[in-house]
């Protein structure tokens, strides 16, 4: 047998409805919201994360599935929605035709880490993007729908968490502020931080070695940098969630392990899930499509990660049973069984039938497996007046009814 490739799973019948469920609720969330849905291409020009997503993030250094295809252009399954949907913003000028860019997608994503519950290689993300808006009432916005998604769902126990990792203007004195404060530790750091302390010493945040944490944990916090610009803005959006009744935290060291992001981040986090616990992720780039050869507009965005939703959802959600079974007794009986089959369908029955030709007895025990509500018996003496009988299973009731009444009664019965 030749399993599944490590990390990525299928979506058995039985799971996938859950898997319904929450890309539905997505759908209906970010519609009410005013998003509407773009898809983009699984795979992408490596570059575009590289300038996008950022060289020094662990996802581009370490995660993606990258390679060089066939025509010697090196491409990569994408590890994140957020470049490519910038990369389709700006290639079909979409705030030319969409007054307001709200865009979403959902769709799966690629990462090279280590699998565990929650973390997987192939794994699924509805992304949510804004383009050109600036003002902080859209970060609160994106924040509060993000949350009631998360509750529309019924996942109780979150925790929210917000920073702001300030701008291109007050990053500078950060970052020269977290090497000071390092110091004489700095060499005491894992080879990762030693890297990041010279490409982007703001990833220092991202470390997650355990000895680690104590000097990471005394560092000073981008907050304390703001320039007053970012400081309003971010004290703007509190005020919002507030206004919202939407419990919050700050996090200093929410940083986000991505490049891109100015001012707002954001996560919110399940207290069910064991160390994978972050639902969701987000915040503000008001760089990024500039950078990757658009105009200088401003974005903000989340991913939530449907696998993480699923397993913290709370209750079962099943699969639809069937309408009816159909089940033909008798040779003579399987053509008209079938023929009605069809009809049944076209008037938008679920319907299951019996192909094997199996002993009446044989069908009815399968028609209770499916959990069919009503079986239709075609065949006998019924078949020539014109009738089918119709049992219906959870009462253990059944009559005869004129063939051409069947759809009314079953309708009538559901
Ligand atoms: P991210 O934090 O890398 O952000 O991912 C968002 C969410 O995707 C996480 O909170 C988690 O639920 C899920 N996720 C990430 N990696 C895995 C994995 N290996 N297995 C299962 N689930 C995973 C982004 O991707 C940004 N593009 C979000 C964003 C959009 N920021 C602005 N706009």
Not at 164 to 183: D, H, Q
């Amino acid at each position: 047998m030749i399993a599944a490739v490590r990390g990525t799973r299928d979506i058995l019948p039985g799971a996938v409805e859950r898997w319904r469920h929450v890309e539905a609720v997505a759908r209906r969330i970010c519609e009410r919201y005013g998003y509407v849905e773009l898809r983009t291409p699984i795979i992408e020009r490596e570059e575009l994360f590289a300038k996008g997503t950022g060289e020094s993030t662990d996802i581009v250094q370490k995660e993606m599935y990258a390679f060089t295809d066939k025509g010697g252009e090196r491409v990569t399954l994408r590890p994140e929605a957020t470049p490519g949907i910038v990369r389709a913003f700006v290639e079909h000028a979409l705030e030319q035709s969409l007054p307001v860019p709200k865009l979403y997608t959902l769709g799966p994503m690629f990462r090279y880490e280590r699998p565990q519950k929650g973390r997987y290689r192939q794994f699924h993300q509805l992304n949510v993007e804004v383009f050109g808006v600036t003002d902080p009432s859209l970060d609160a916005e994106v924040v509060e729908m993000a949350c009631s998604f998360v509750r529309a769902l019924g996942i109780g126990r979150t925790e929210l968490l917000i920073n702001s990792v300030g701008c291109p203007a007050c990053r500078p004195a950060f970052s020269e502020a977290l090497l000071k404060a390092l110091g004489d530790d700095l060499p005491k750091l894992c080879g990762d931080c030693q890297r990041r302390a010279t490409a982007n010493p703001l990833r220092i945040f991202d470390c997650k070695v355990p000895a680690d944490q104590p000097i990471i944990d005394a560092l000073p916090h981008p907050v304390e940098f703001l320039c007053d610009a970012c400081g309003e803005h971010f004290d703007a959006v509190q005020r919002y969630l507030r206004a919202y009744g939407q419990p919050f935290q700050v996090s200093h060291r929410l940083v986000r392990g991505l490049d891109y992001y100015t001012r707002t981040t954001f996560e919110v986090l399940a207290s069910n899930l064991g160390a994978q616990n972050a639902l969701l992720g987000g915040g503000r780039y008001d760089g990024l499509v500039k950078k990757l050869g658009g105009p200088d507009r401003a974005g903000i965005g989340f991913a939530a990660g449907l696998e993480r939703l699923v397993l913290a959802l709370p209750e079962a959600v099943s699969a639809p049973v069937p309408d009816v079974f159909v089940a033909a007794i008798g040779d003579e009986a399987r053509e008209a069984a079938f023929v009605l089959a069809r009809l049944l369908r076209a008037e938008g029955l679920r319907t299951l039938v019996d192909y094997e030709a199996r002993s009446a007895k044989a069908q009815f025990k399968r028609a209770n497996r499916t959990g069919a509500r009503h079986v239709v018996i075609v065949g006998g003496d019924e078949l020539a007046r014109g009738e089918v009988t119709v049992k219906t299973m959870a009462t253990g009731e059944q009559h005869a009814v004129l063939r051409a009444k069947v759809v009314e009664v079953l309708r009538s019965a559901s």
